[in-house]
């Protein structure tokens, strides 16, 4: 079975960055964040993704296989709502950006409530930190 790997970009209160947020754009354009990741993919996953079939290829998938998915915006987060409603999600990896707001869509909330073990951080310059947990057996 594939791996299912979700990338969050996420302010301090669980909001998407602003679309206009450099903080934003170093994450989706360094190579320290999203393109990192994009390389060692197999599939991208993108908002709209029928998650019926994602839910068999996932399960006729080489266990080698990555797939991801990139939130950092309105759709995103109802991508991130459908995996974790459907508990696809085995892999996070959590961009908190050093910023507040409220102006946006919460992606918090969508998060899903199972058991999650922090594996690896890493803090930039820039203060952004990344945060990868893995969901644990239960």
């Known amino acids: 079975m594939a791996k299912l790997q979700v990338l969050i970009a996420?302010?301090?209160?669980?909001?998407?960055?602003?679309?206009?947020?450099?903080l934003l754009q170093w994450i989706q354009n360094s190579d320290d964040g999203f393109p990192y990741?994009?390389?060692?993919?197999?599939?991208?996953l993108y908002p709209g993704y029928p998650l019926v079939d994602l839910i068999c290829d996932k399960?006729?998938?080489?266990?080698?296989?990555i797939y991801l998915a990139e939130i950092y915006d309105d759709s995103g987060a109802?991508?991130?709502?459908?995996?974790?409603?459907?508990?696809?999600?085995?892999?996070?990896?959590?961009?908190?950006?050093?910023?507040i707001s409220s102006e946006t869509v919460p992606v918090s909330k969508h998060i899903s409530t199972d058991k999650w073990e922090l594996v690896r951080t890493k803090t930039f310059r820039n203060g952004i930190c990344r945060l990868t947990y893995r969901?644990?057996?239960q």
């Open 135 to 137: 969901k644990t057996l």
């Open 78 to 99: 109802e991508l991130l709502r459908g995996l974790s409603l459907y508990r696809l999600i085995d892999e996070m990896v959590i961009f908190l950006l050093p910023v």
């Open 10 to 22: 996420m302010t301090l209160n669980g909001f998407v960055p602003a679309r206009n947020d450099s």
């Open 59 to 65: 399960e006729q998938s080489a266990p080698s296989d």
């Open 37 to 44: 990741w994009r390389g060692r993919s197999t599939r991208m």
